[in-house]
């Protein structure tokens, strides 16, 4: 086959999550091997309850030019039951008690991304005794994954429903991790006592520059460590924060946004059923900020207040708001949809403002509740910025898709 190798790379950049396409590529002709491999393997994912680590490893012994080919790891731990103990937290062959994680972690020279998630059940159950557990883990998986996460060439990191010693610990595992931009924790516990935790060791430094921060944590005190001034958060440019104490949300924003940093960009907040409109207030939005998220069970009184605190020379461009209650729900509606058009007017830099309902199950209910948002919000949608979205929680999840 005579084609250049530019247009035959174009093809397979395309094609690049597309693994059946690329395995066809790369067995039509030997010009399509190469890129085709380079992008079948960059990124790998494990389920635990398969033999697919030990496959996996096989596979990098016998074909060493792989391994250099993966940047991005992602291992899932799926546990469709949970047995009422917690027998289940170092079962038999699962990737957590096994050897063959360790083995194959330092052979992956060139790892950019890993990813560590447990899947939960469709019960939705949380908690530490619903978690996998750091102290269950063998020590070469302990050592071989603390490798990958002081590695200079990690990029970024996701852990999702894990058992931790400590905050400290936590963030000890990546104070090395030069390159570290991207980092997102969510359903993390710790097995220490909060009264015998640790503080940050004053001789430790923090290397890493986080540029994109997710917090969905029921714990208090990692906020109380993460906005400690040794800690350096002055390069985040996107935030999203879904955690229980509306003063560590606060702490938390204005440790992004200090005097000699750029701010935030993109803010995302989880507010829940109640929100303090202390937390809107003005000296938490960097004059950089773009775009913010909010979920909120209180869509147009959040709205309403948001609009009005928000400084006028800000260049905000997207507001999106996810909620689970019908617009009626709210009270005092028309007072607040005025105040909202009376003060919309503030932001010259905005393009849209999204509403979406999160449907925690299937529901045909949603046309009605986009009609009578366009009829409350009338002069919104003759501005052409108001956009109506439907949303599905993903399953397993209690929240939308990017935060957790």
Same mark, same amino acid.
């Given at each position: 086959?005579?084609?250049?190798?530019?247009?035959?790379?174009?093809?397979?950049?395309?094609?690049?999550?597309?693994?059946?396409?690329?395995?066809?590529?790369?067995? #039509?002709?030997?010009?399509?091997?190469?890129?085709?491999?380079?992008?079948?393997?960059?990124?790998? =994912?494990?389920?635990?309850?398969?033999?697919?680590? &030990?496959?996996?490893?096989?596979?990098?012994?016998?074909?060493?030019?792989? #391994?250099?080919?993966?940047?991005?790891?992602?291992?899932?731990?799926?546990?469709?039951?949970?047995?009422?103990?917690?027998?289940?937290?170092?079962?038999?062959?699962?990737?957590?008690?096994?050897?063959? *994680?360790?083995?194959?972690?330092?052979?992956?020279? =060139?790892?950019?991304?890993?990813?560590?998630?447990?899947?939960?059940?469709?019960?939705?159950?949380?908690?530490?005794?619903?978690?996998?557990?750091?102290?269950?883990?063998? %020590?070469?998986?302990?050592?071989?994954?603390?490798?990958?996460?002081?590695?200079?060439?990690?990029?970024?990191?996701?852990?999702?429903?894990?058992? @931790?010693?400590?905050?400290?610990?936590?963030?000890?595992?990546?104070?090395? #991790?030069? #390159?570290?931009?991207?980092?997102?924790?969510?359903?993390?516990?710790?097995?220490? !006592?909060?009264?015998?935790? +640790?503080?940050?060791?004053?001789?430790?430094?923090?290397?890493?520059?986080?540029?994109?921060?997710?917090?969905?944590?029921?714990?208090?005190?990692?906020?109380?460590?993460?906005?400690? !001034?040794?800690?350096?958060?002055?390069?985040? /440019?996107?935030?999203?924060?879904?955690?229980?104490?509306?003063?560590?949300?606060?702490?938390?924003?204005?440790?992004?946004?200090?005097?000699?940093?750029?701010?935030? +960009?993109?803010?995302?907040?989880?507010?829940?059923?109640?929100?303090?409109?202390?937390?809107?207030?003005?000296?938490?939005?960097?004059?950089?900020?773009?775009?913010?998220?909010?979920?909120?069970?209180?869509?147009?009184?959040?709205?309403?207040?948001?609009?009005?605190?928000?400084?006028?020379?800000?260049? @905000?461009?997207?507001?999106?708001?996810?909620?689970?209650?019908?617009?009626? &729900?709210?009270?005092?509606?028309?007072? *607040?949809?005025?105040?909202?058009?009376?003060?919309?007017?503030? @932001?010259?830099?905005?393009?849209?403002? +999204?509403?979406?309902?999160?449907?925690?199950? %299937?529901?045909?209910?949603?046309?009605?509740?986009?009609?009578?948002?366009?009829?409350?919000?009338?002069?919104?949608?003759?501005?052409?910025?108001? /956009?109506?979205?439907?949303?599905?929680?993903?399953?397993?999840?209690?929240?939308?898709?990017?935060?957790?």
């Amino acid at each position: 086959m005579d084609l250049p190798q530019e247009l035959v790379d174009t093809i397979l950049d395309i094609l690049h999550d597309d693994g059946p396409s690329l395995k066809s590529c790369s067995l #039509a002709a030997r010009i399509f091997v190469i890129s085709a491999r380079k992008h079948r393997f960059k990124k790998i =994912e494990i389920l635990s309850s398969s033999d697919a680590s &030990q496959r996996f490893y096989e596979l990098l012994c016998s074909s060493p030019h792989i #391994a250099p080919l993966v940047e991005d790891l992602c291992i899932i731990s799926v546990l469709e039951t949970f047995p009422e103990t917690c027998a289940y937290l170092d079962p038999s062959g699962d990737y957590m008690s096994g050897r063959t *994680l360790s083995l194959i972690l330092p052979l992956l020279t =060139e790892l950019k991304r890993i990813s560590i998630i447990e899947n939960r059940d469709v019960n939705h159950r949380t908690g530490l005794q619903y978690s996998r557990s750091w102290n269950k883990m063998e %020590p070469p998986l302990q050592s071989a994954l603390a490798n990958v996460f002081s590695s200079p060439r990690l990029e970024a990191v996701h852990l999702c429903g894990l058992v @931790l010693e400590s905050p400290c610990h936590l963030l000890s595992l990546f104070s090395e #991790a030069t #390159a570290l931009k991207k980092m997102s924790l969510s359903r993390l516990y710790f097995a220490q !006592p909060q009264d015998r935790r +640790e503080p940050w060791p004053e001789s430790q430094l923090w290397r890493p520059k986080l540029q994109s921060l997710l917090l969905n944590v029921f714990s208090t005190d990692l906020c109380q460590y993460l906005v400690n !001034p040794q800690i350096d958060l002055t390069h985040v /440019r996107t935030l999203r924060l879904a955690t229980p104490s509306p003063e560590q949300r606060k702490r938390m924003v204005l440790a992004t946004s200090l005097r000699h940093s750029r701010g935030v +960009e993109h803010l995302g907040l989880y507010l829940a059923y109640n929100f303090e409109p202390t937390l809107l207030s003005p000296e938490l939005y960097s004059t950089n900020l773009r775009s913010i998220h909010f979920i909120s069970h209180s869509m147009v009184e959040l709205l309403g207040i948001f609009v009005k605190t928000c400084p006028h020379d800000s260049r @905000l461009e997207y507001i999106t708001l996810d909620s689970f209650t019908n617009l009626q &729900q709210h009270t005092d509606v028309p007072k *607040l949809y005025n105040a909202i058009d009376a003060t919309v007017d503030h @932001l010259p830099a905005l393009k849209t403002i +999204e509403m979406r309902w999160i449907m925690s199950y %299937p529901s045909d209910v949603f046309p009605q509740w986009e009609a009578d948002a366009h009829t409350a919000f009338s002069s919104l949608m003759r501005r052409g910025i108001l /956009r109506m979205t439907k949303l599905q929680l993903g399953q397993g999840s209690l929240l939308p898709i990017g935060w957790e």
